[in-house]
């Protein structure tokens, strides 16, 4: 699809901005990367081979029983002797093993024709977000050969979690801003188009839900439904809507009696065509500079909310969680180190990419 002369323009605006351009490219990477966690960091093989049938445990629940094993829950395909029965297709009993057979496979040294009927391609960090792990050593344990990054209090491994944490913070995110910035951009072009008794009304309304404090809110639902995604996610637009209203209030307010509007308005085109097809694009630029804002606000509420406990369900990969695992864990300095550089990273590519996104949206600056 051919883009427009303006956004062209907006475009080479953007794409001249080096700073802004090469932080979409890394975030984008980093952001597609996550969006594949599964098949980076999972406690399943990606692909078995098992009799000659290719089966892919990610996606799918296979028992135990699907590979010669006794029982009918998921396979732990970690364990020594799922292993054993998939590598040698059943034929070797493998959970009887009075000759040390499982030794001998993974010392490479056991000498069978019937056996290697099968293979497993595992991801390259062989630990999802909540896969606990049998140490040696106390945990949190220092970053090694087999946890890059170290385990948390929880023996799970911290590279895997902040994958997962990162999807989620930006999915979460994306959610979020975007269903507060529609209804913020709604309720702020009604007030300032229309004006008069409706927006005084409107304006002493969102005075008041400004003054809730919405911590105490979010504390109080949750006590009463319990911790879930959906209603976090609910109560985050509830009280993160209002962030735009005010902004697009003005700019509707200075632009209702410009004379393409009052021309529009002779012409008899309907108010909302004229709002949200002529006025709202003008207002696009002091919108966009409040979004970096309202973004890395988000995140750090999610963040905040997690850390005080009435974030996202315990069993979730949280950014905010581990950081209060550092927090308790002074001895632990990856755990801290780790998430500090998850955020500002993550935090500052998203400011400079919409710090882009808003100069190439302002007519004024053009980059060469």
């Given at each position: 699809m051919m883009l427009s002369p303006l956004n062209q323009r907006r475009w080479r605006n953007f794409r001249n901005n080096s700073r802004a351009y090469w932080s979409l490219v890394i975030f984008t990477f980093l952001f597609v990367l996550s969006l594949f966690a599964e098949f980076i960091a999972n406690d399943k093989p990606i692909l078995v081979n098992y009799r000659g049938e290719y089966r892919m445990p990610i996606f799918s629940f296979y028992p135990e029983t699907a590979f010669g094993g006794d029982f009918r829950t998921e396979a732990i395909y970690r364990d020594d002797e799922v292993k054993c029965l998939i590598r040698s297709g059943g034929v070797i009993d493998c959970f009887d093993d009075p000759v040390g057979i499982i030794e001998q496979i993974n010392a490479?040294?056991?000498?069978?024709?019937?056996?290697?009927?099968?293979?497993?391609?595992?991801?390259?960090?062989?630990f999802s977000y909540d896969t606990p792990n049998t140490l040696d050593r106390p945990a949190p344990s220092p970053p090694d050969a087999?946890?890059?990054?170290?385990?948390?209090?929880?023996?799970?491994?911290?590279?895997?979690?902040?994958?997962?944490?990162?999807?989620?913070?930006?999915?979460?995110?994306?959610?979020?801003?975007?269903?507060?910035?529609v209804i913020g951009i709604i309720a702020g072009a009604v007030q300032g188009f229309f004006g008069g008794w409706l927006d005084l009304i409107f304006q002493r309304v969102l005075e008041i839900w400004g003054a809730t404090p919405s911590l105490y809110v979010i504390i109080i639902m949750f006590a009463i439904f319990g911790r879930s995604i959906g209603m976090l996610v609910f109560l985050m637009v509830l009280f993160g809507w209002p962030a735009l209203v005010g902004l697009v209030r003005a700019e509707f307010l200075r632009a209702r009696n410009f004379e393409y509007v009052r021309a529009a308005q002779a012409l008899g085109v309907s108010n909302w065509t004229i709002m949200f097809r002529h006025m709202l694009p003008n207002a696009m630029v002091a919108t966009l500079t409040m979004l970096p804002f309202i973004i890395t606000g988000t995140i750090g509420g999610l963040a905040t909310l997690d850390f005080l406990g009435y974030g996202l369900p315990a069993s979730a990969p949280s950014l905010g969680e581990m950081t209060l695992q550092a927090k308790r864990n002074l001895q632990a300095p990856w755990l801290a180190f780790t998430n500090f550089f998850t955020f500002a990273i993550m935090l500052s590519l998203l400011v400079f990419i919409f710090e882009g996104v808003r100069d190439a949206f302002d007519p004024r600056k053009t980059f060469q």
């Open positions: 490479g040294t056991f000498d069978d024709p019937d056996f290697m009927k099968g293979w497993m391609i595992w991801p390259i960090i062989p087999t946890h890059w990054l170290g385990t948390d209090e929880g023996t799970r491994d911290v590279l895997a979690r902040t994958i997962y944490g990162f999807r989620l913070s930006i999915l979460f995110t994306i959610v979020v801003v975007s269903f507060a910035s």
